[in-house]
């Protein structure tokens, strides 16, 4: 972890933020957040899967609801793009990783917009999502990528197909259907290069982590949505973690709440 503050780190990613709390504007807060009373707690899942242990499902810990995604829906972005870039029998363009890198490594939302339209927004995402065995997860409406909807489960089943190639998971098996080896190094690589006050949540629990994180404050009701998701190395074992909640007072709230979540689902 950095040693910045949660305070700090709080205020060197609001202006990330900017783009999806504009968005967030234009759609209805979910009810769990909206209507969240003052006092009310916040609400947390996470699902944790041992890829190195026994089990080949995941461990949900809370409702497995779904939640707004805000950032971390970026991950399934590239894994989309990527996608049509193995249908096409072509790597990504120069241009196409100009927006990729920043649009993971600093969470850049103009980088986002830019890779949203390229793969076809909602319909391109719910093509992708559908390939890499998601189930529970809802595109989110025109250029509003950062109100999709997704349960923490269906984040393993993405990070399956990101860090689990050699797994059971169909979706990660069936070839031309699924990210290919190097398909799936580029975004571990991307995912363990985020910028340092942007290393908060799941990689609280371990270290090698490689990791992405949301964060979204919805102007309906001035809570926080915050989201974490990636691999983490614990006691020599490799743990696929997502983490998502919201209904957080202020984001530092949301990332101490998520930080919590994790240590205690991955112990």
């Given at each position: 972890m950095?040693?910045?503050?949660i305070?700090?780190?709080?205020?060197l990613v609001?202006a990330a933020?900017?783009t999806?709390?504009?968005t967030a504007a234009?759609?209805?807060?979910?009810?769990?957040a909206?209507s969240?009373?003052?006092g009310?707690?916040?609400?947390?899942t996470?699902?944790v899967l041992?890829l190195?242990?026994?089990?080949?499902?995941p461990?949900?810990?809370g409702e497995?609801t779904?939640?707004?995604?805000?950032?971390?829906v970026?991950v399934?972005?590239?894994?989309a793009l990527?996608?049509?870039?193995?249908?096409?029998?072509?790597?990504l363009?120069a241009?196409?990783r100009?927006?990729a890198e920043?649009?993971?490594?600093?969470s850049?939302n103009?980088?986002?917009?830019?890779?949203?339209?390229?793969?076809g927004q909602?319909?391109?995402?719910?093509?992708a999502?559908?390939?890499l065995g998601?189930?529970?997860?809802t595109s989110?409406?025109?250029g509003k990528?950062?109100?999709?909807?997704t349960?923490?489960?269906?984040?393993?089943r993405l990070?399956?197909?990101?860090?689990d190639g050699d797994?059971?998971?169909t979706?990660?098996?069936?070839?031309a259907?699924?990210?290919?080896?190097?398909?799936?190094a580029?975004?571990?690589?991307?995912m363990?290069q985020v910028v340092?006050?942007q290393?908060w949540?799941v990689s609280?629990?371990?270290s090698?982590?490689?990791?992405?994180?949301g964060?979204?404050?919805?102007t309906?009701?001035g809570?926080?949505d915050?989201?974490?998701?990636?691999?983490v190395?614990?006691?020599?074992h490799?743990?696929?973690?997502?983490?998502?909640?919201n209904g957080?007072?202020?984001?530092?709230?949301?990332?101490?709440?998520?930080?919590?979540?994790?240590?205690?689902?991955?112990?």
């Amino acid at each position: 972890m950095p040693s910045l503050t949660i305070r700090a780190r709080t205020g060197l990613v609001l202006a990330a933020a900017a783009t999806l709390v504009t968005t967030a504007a234009l759609h209805p807060a979910p009810a769990s957040a909206a209507s969240s009373p003052a006092g009310t707690p916040a609400h947390a899942t996470a699902a944790v899967l041992d890829l190195d242990g026994t089990g080949h499902a995941p461990v949900v810990h809370g409702e497995d609801t779904a939640y707004d995604t805000a950032s971390i829906v970026k991950v399934d972005i590239l894994a989309a793009l990527l996608l049509q870039a193995q249908d096409a029998g072509r790597g990504l363009t120069a241009q196409e990783r100009a927006h990729a890198e920043p649009m993971i490594k600093q969470s850049d939302n103009v980088a986002a917009d830019a890779l949203w339209r390229r793969i076809g927004q909602a319909d391109g995402l719910t093509a992708a999502n559908k390939r890499l065995g998601l189930t529970s997860t809802t595109s989110g409406p025109g250029g509003k990528w950062g109100l999709t909807r997704t349960t923490a489960s269906d984040q393993i089943r993405l990070l399956r197909a990101v860090f689990d190639g050699d797994g059971d998971d169909t979706a990660v098996k069936t070839g031309a259907t699924a990210l290919n080896a190097g398909s799936r190094a580029y975004i571990n690589t991307l995912m363990s290069q985020v910028v340092p006050e942007q290393k908060w949540g799941v990689s609280a629990v371990g270290s090698r982590h490689a990791l992405k994180n949301g964060w979204l404050q919805r102007t309906t009701s001035g809570l926080w949505d915050v989201n974490s998701v990636g691999q983490v190395t614990v006691n020599g074992h490799r743990y696929l973690v997502a983490v998502l909640s919201n209904g957080s007072a202020s984001m530092a709230e949301g990332v101490s709440l998520v930080e919590q979540t994790a240590r205690g689902a991955v112990a």
